[in-house]
């Protein structure tokens, strides 16, 4: 997955800039970024403090890691009952 080049802080603090009344064209365009990740970032992460977003990030690792664990036994059981049955 493509890393952002933002930090957390600074999707905070362009969240912040535009709930202050910036409007969304100057910051995309003070920040070289596009309407659309601004959008997202709002949708995602709307309402958060820095805390929250760490936490959800934090969640979303774990995330990834067990749905691979889970991927990984669901294939060593169908092998299994491939080779009894």
Do not use: T
């Amino acid at each position: 997955m493509k890393k952002s080049k933002y930090s957390d802080a600074q999707i905070m603090a362009i969240l912040k800039q535009a709930e202050n009344g910036v409007p969304v064209s100057d910051l995309c365009r003070e920040h070289g970024m596009s309407s659309a990740s601004f959008y997202k970032w709002r949708s995602k992460y709307g309402g958060m403090d820095a805390s929250l977003m760490a936490r959800m990030k934090e969640l979303d690792e774990e995330n990834k890691r067990l749905k691979k664990m889970y991927a990984e036994k669901s294939m060593q059981n169908d092998l299994l009952k491939e080779a009894l049955g």
